[in-house]
């Protein structure tokens, strides 16, 4: 490909990810939404970071494998905890990193 080429594609691939960010913005940043709506939207976060963990905390190998007691779930499970009384996302951070560490040290 020629640099005229990759310049191009580059701007199409961020007009294409800036797009459907700011349309919404645009048109919704003046008007009220209503509170159910607010708090459905309040949970894509939560649903997104589930769907992204889930399957590496309780699957391994290829092919991926039920597995739901493999070393990251045990590990997870007491992070988890931490993370619901602190809500500290620091804090979650070292402690999940030094449960993972010091599980793979027994293990």
Do not use: C, D, N
């Not at 976060?45 to 290829?62: C, D, M, N, Q, R």
């Not at 039920?66 to 951070?93: C, D, Q, R």
């Amino acid at each position: 490909m020629e640099s005229h080429s990759y310049i191009i594609l580059i701007l199409g691939m961020g007009l294409v990810s800036f797009i459907p960010r700011w349309v919404p913005l645009f048109f919704l940043s003046k008007r009220q939404l209503p509170p159910l709506l607010i708090e459905w939207l309040e949970l894509i976060p939560v649903a997104i970071l589930s769907a992204l963990l889930v399957p590496a905390l309780v699957t391994h190998g290829s092919p991926r494998v039920f597995a739901p007691f493999s070393m990251e779930m045990l590990v997870a499970i007491p992070t988890f905890v931490f993370a619901w009384y602190t809500k500290s996302l620091g804090g979650t951070l070292v402690v999940g990193m030094l449960l993972y560490w010091g599980a793979g040290m027994v293990m």
